[in-house]
T-cell receptor, first 109, second 112 residues
Framework: AQRVTQPEKLLSVFKGAPVELKCNYS??????LFWYVQYSRQRLQLLLR??SRESIKGFTADLNKGETSFHLKKPFAQEEDSAMYYC???????????FGGGTRLMVKP | SQTIHQWPATLVQPVGSPLSLECTVE??????LYWYRQAAGRGLQLLFY??????ISSEVPQNLSASRPQDRQFILSSKKLLLSDSGFYLC???????????FGNGTRLTVT
C-alpha cells in the first residue's frame, strides 16, 4: 500500500534562512507527487507537482527515486511562507491521492 | 471557471443524530470527487472517492457513507453520529487521472 511520511510536524526557522520540508514515500509504481499548502484561514491549495519541475513562490521539490523522497526546499524563507504543508502521492490508477501528516512551517522575523 | 462549494461551514450535532454534508462542483463535467477528514497532527485522511455517478469507493471503515446522486454533487452522510466523528471535513475534485485536486473550504463538525 502506498504511504507518505512527513517526519516533522513542526519546523521553525528564521526569515532568510533556508528551509527543507521532508517527504518520504513508499510506493511500488511510478510516483506522481505533489506539495499542497494551507495558509491561515485559506483553503488547501496546490503548491507544485513533480512533473512540472517548476519553482513556485521560490519553492522547489526534486523527486529522488533512490531515496524515495520528495523534499520541498526554499533557499530563503519569508514570513509569508508560514503555513501547513502537505506532501501527497497518487496511486497507479491516478484516482486516489494519499496525503502525509503535514508539516507546520513557522518563519520567525 | 471551475469552483467547488461545500456547506455548511460549521455544524454542531448531538450524538446519535444524522448528518448530511453537501458538496457541489461547477465548471467541469465528470470530475473525480473526494471526501477527506483533516485531523490535527494526523494530516488528511481519505474517506471516500468517486469516479462517476453512483460509484463510491470507501477507504476507511467507519460510521459514515457517501453518495453521488448527480455528476457534480457529492454527499457525506451518517445515520447516527458518534463523538469520534468530530473533525474537519474537506471535499475536493480532480478533473482527470493524476490531476491536482481542488478543495472546498471545509466543514467543521462538532459532535456533542
Amino acid at each position: 500500500a502506498q504511504r507518505v511520511t512527513q517526519p516533522e510536524k513542526l519546523l521553525s526557522v528564521f526569515k532568510g534562512a533556508p528551509v527543507e520540508l521532508k517527504c518520504n514515500y513508499s510506493y511500488s509504481g511510478s510516483p506522481e507527487l505533489f506539495w499542497y499548502v494551507q495558509y491561515s484561514r485559506q483553503r488547501l491549495q496546490l503548491l507544485l507537482r513533480h512533473i512540472s519541475r517548476e519553482s513556485i513562490k521560490g519553492f522547489t521539490a526534486d523527486l529522488n527515486k533512490g531515496e524515495t523522497s520528495f523534499h520541498l526546499k526554499k533557499p530563503f524563507a519569508q514570513e509569508e511562507d508560514s503555513a501547513m504543508y502537505y506532501c501527497a502521492l497518487y496511486n497507479n490508477a491516478g484516482n486516489m491521492l494519499t496525503f502525509g501528516g503535514g508539516t507546520r512551517l513557522m518563519v520567525k522575523p | 471557471s471551475q469552483t467547488i462549494h461545500q456547506w455548511p461551514a460549521t455544524l454542531v450535532q448531538p450524538v446519535g443524530s444524522p448528518l448530511s454534508l453537501e458538496c457541489t462542483v461547477e465548471g467541469t463535467s465528470n470530475p473525480n470527487l473526494y471526501w477527506y477528514r483533516q485531523a490535527a497532527g494526523r494530516g488528511l485522511q481519505l474517506l471516500f472517492y468517486s469516479v462517476g455517478i453512483g460509484q463510491i469507493s470507501s477507504e476507511v471503515p467507519q460510521n459514515l457513507s457517501a453518495s453521488r446522486p448527480q455528476d457534480r454533487q457529492f454527499i457525506l452522510s451518517s445515520k447516527k453520529l458518534l463523538l469520534s466523528d468530530s473533525g474537519f471535513y474537506l471535499c475536493a475534485f480532480g478533473q482527470s487521472y493524476n490531476s491536482p485536486l481542488h478543495f472546498g473550504n471545509g466543514t467543521r463538525l462538532t459532535v456533542t
